[in-house]
């Protein structure tokens, strides 16, 4: 893993496996889209709820309270908007996604 300063992600290619560097433990890892211009980049969130909207997900995650399962969206991609200059990223080199795959494997049951 590496961290890179916004800069140097934005040029990254998609597919881009990282988090944002806030402190640690890291947060929720994500995928990079492709760039937009020059300050922005499309991003997955893996754990996006599987939802029509807003409404929608307070809904199932309201469900998934008491007991009911919901999907993931592993299709769902947005904007990241906000263009937070200073922003570091811990980027995945494909050496981790490969182990992060393999200990996910094991995770199959």
């Keep these: 893993m590496r961290i890179v300063n916004r800069e140097t992600f934005l040029q990254l290619p998609s597919n881009t496996v990282f988090v944002e560097y806030d402190n640690f ?13 020059e300050c922005d980049f499309y991003v997955q969130h893996i754990l996006e ?40 990223f811990v980027v995945f080199e494909k050496s981790d996604v490969l182990m992060l ?3 996910l494997k094991k995770c199959v049951i």
């Design 25 to 37: 433990p890291f947060e929720a890892i994500c995928i990079k889209g492709d760039t937009v211009g």
């Design 49 to 88: 709820v599987k939802c029509k909207d807003v409404g929608d997900q307070d809904n199932i995650l309201t469900a998934a309270k008491n007991g009911a399962t919901f999907q993931l969206d592993f299709d769902c991609i947005g904007r990241d908007g906000l263009f937070e200059e200073e922003q570091l």
């Design 101 to 103: 795959i393999e200990r």
